[in-house]
């Protein structure tokens, strides 16, 4: 019997490939990635990109500061007015808040300024309802009214199961 020889093993590992080693999976050198979840509440989905990618450093941000695990602290933020330097942040995600801000402009703007690679924004689609008991005070019923708020035609824009997202590349 003739053992076939795997292409992997003919494959050479190059510095900037992911899988294994110090670093959480990256060597050679690079720079951990930093992920920014604001108004991230009890940090559910920081949580699950920590276990998922641990290489990834996951802070957030949200009215009230606390300290969630040994790798994830929830700092103090003001979505309007977040105290990071421009760029600062690999990828930045805000999902559900902008429908409760008094000023979405300003919150878009500043999520806009402290993302150096990604943003990412989520928000329920929703139509506006002279009664409602869930503290929404802007509504985005269409995909074209969250294109026409966000205002970035090159942006990856989805309607997906009730909420609408979109993804903008630096």
Not at 9 to 15: A, D, L, S, T
Not at 60 to 71: A, E, F, S, W
Not at 97 to 121: G, M, Q, Y
Not at 151 to 167: R, V
Request: glycine residues 10%; hydrophobic residues 35%; charged residues 25%.
């Amino acid at each position: 019997m003739v053992k076939k020889k795997s292409m992997i093993n003919k494959h050479k590992r190059r510095e900037t490939e992911g899988g294994g080693g110090r670093g959480g999976g990256w060597e050679g050198g690079i720079q951990q990635l930093t992920c920014f979840d604001a108004s991230c509440g009890n940090g559910f989905l920081l949580k699950n990109i920590a276990a998922k990618h641990p290489n990834i450093k996951c802070i957030g941000g949200d009215i009230v500061p606390r300290k969630i695990n040994d790798k994830i602290q929830v700092l103090h933020a003001d979505i309007t007015n977040l105290q990071f330097p421009d760029k600062y942040f690999d990828v930045v995600i805000c999902t559900h808040t902008l429908e409760h801000i008094r000023k979405p402009e300003k919150a878009l703007s500043e999520l806009i300024r402290v993302s150096k690679k990604r943003l990412i924004i989520v928000v329920p689609q929703q139509r506006e309802y002279k009664y409602t008991v869930d503290l929404h005070i802007n509504f985005f019923p269409y995909i074209h009214d969250f294109k026409r708020f966000i205002g970035i035609e090159n942006a990856k824009y989805l309607s997906l199961g009730g909420d609408l997202l979109c993804c903008i590349d630096f």
